[in-house]
């Protein structure tokens, strides 16, 4: 799975944006609004990865947070980039 576009991400307030960039961003109107862990999944997303190693990432980055939470919320957040067509899952 991989970004379908290019996104440049920038903090504001303790909270973070994500508007697209590159040849495509025409395409996508708008922007992201997200927290810090959102943006960090956002950029493991430039490459092409799994759910599965987003995850392992994320529970090395916060050994302290609950699996089942930590696996939850990626779900969620992958979950709405695709509904929202942000995400190519092949």
Known sequence: MKL???FS???MDGEY????VGEN???FNGMLR???VSAEILDLLKEDTTPETVHRILRE????SDDREI????AAFLNQLVREGLLIVP
Not at 17 to 20: C, K, L, R
Not at 71 to 74: A, D, R, S, Y
């Open 4 to 6: 379908r576009y290019e």
């Open 34 to 36: 997200m927290n810090d």
């Open 9 to 11: 991400v920038m903090e």
């Open 17 to 20: 944006m994500a508007v697209p």
């Open 71 to 74: 696996g939850e919320q990626l």
């Open 61 to 64: 980055r916060y050994p302290d």
């Open 25 to 27: 961003a025409e395409q």
